[in-house]
């Protein structure tokens, strides 16, 4: 390997921050953005971080500008860019559903469904979602580009609005309902097909996908290890919803059995003490960051 060659990944500016730093920590990466700085530290000397917006992640990845990068499945719509999608990573700034591009108009709207907007005036990041979204409907529209805030636009300065939404309490908040939804959209971590044919790089990014995965793939669950006598094996197994197969191994002490299994966090507070009902003894919970299926 060259010792100057380095991996450049691009993070996510905004809303997903916050969120995309945790999830590589718990990936195991220690990321830091110093403030008003667009180059993040990563404790990774083979790794160089850019702070870029999501809207435009992917033009710089199909570009080389950046080998790799996090941004929703629709900017890559957006901007039509030719990326290799290594991972889907359903995460958020608030939960872990997708988010969805909805067409919302004002409560007390007469718009009712697409072939109402004929002749309207339409507000929205996405032009290109929007534009196909309306070419598919056979509506003509005027679209307008939006600079934020594209909530408070309806009724004076817009018709209607396509928006981003995680809840839509955003929406209702504004006194905007949604009529229809475009698309729903999840996070990918994209990249360069260039880079991808460089070796190095290559072995770099599928490490990076698989570790992301695999620390979203923790979130909610937890570790459960507990001793358990040969009379009560089976019906402590019968109550423990595992992820796989839990690991039964015999102890020293004979007629007892260890298990070590995955279970949802949720279901914790239920099950242990119905477990130790059981006769199970030396119960221990313990938290996960990363499960590699």
């Given at each position: 390997m060259s010792e100057k060659q380095k991996l450049?990944?691009?993070i996510p500016k905004g809303s997903l921050e916050k969120s995309t730093v945790e999830m590589f920590r718990k990936a195991g990466y220690k990321i830091n953005i110093p403030e008003r700085?667009?180059?993040?530290s990563i404790d990774d000397p083979e790794i160089e971080c850019m702070l870029i917006r999501a809207q435009e992640m992917?033009?710089?990845?199909?570009?080389?500008?950046?080998d790799c990068g996090l941004t929703g499945k629709d900017w890559i719509i957006e901007n039509g860019s030719d990326v290799a999608e290594m991972a889907e990573l359903i995460y958020g700034k608030?939960?872990?559903a997708p988010l969805k591009?909805?067409?919302?108009?004002?409560?007390?709207?007469?718009?009712?469904?697409?072939?109402d907007l004929n002749g309207k005036r339409i507000s929205t990041e996405a032009v290109g979602i929007t534009k196909k979204y309306l070419k598919k409907h056979g509506v003509k529209a005027k679209v307008e580009f939006s600079w934020g805030a594209t909530e408070v636009k309806p009724p004076r300065l817009a018709d209607a609005i396509v928006e981003i939404t995680e809840t839509g309490s955003s929406l209702r908040a504004?006194?905007?309902k949604i009529i229809?939804?475009?698309?729903?959209?999840?996070?990918r971590f994209i990249a360069n097909n260039n880079s991808l044919k460089n070796s190095f790089k290559k072995a770099k990014i599928e490490k990076l996908a698989l570790l992301l995965k695999a620390a979203l793939s923790a979130e909610g669950k937890v570790g459960l290890m507990l001793n358990v006598p040969k009379s009560k094996l089976d019906i402590c197994l019968k109550k423990l919803p595992a992820l796989e197969r839990?690991?039964?191994s015999p102890l020293a002490e004979e007629g007892w059995f260890a298990l070590n299994t995955i279970v949802d966090e949720f279901v914790v507070r239920d099950l242990i003490p119905e477990l130790k009902r059981f006769g199970a003894t030396g119960i221990v919970e313990y938290p996960l960051n990363k499960i590699v299926a």
């Open positions: 450049i990944l691009g700085s667009y180059y993040p992917s033009r710089y990845v199909e570009e080389g500008i950046l608030v939960g872990r591009w909805v067409l919302a108009v004002p409560e007390n709207s007469s718009i009712k469904t697409a072939k504004n006194k905007l229809d939804v475009l698309c729903e959209s999840t996070t839990p690991t039964i």
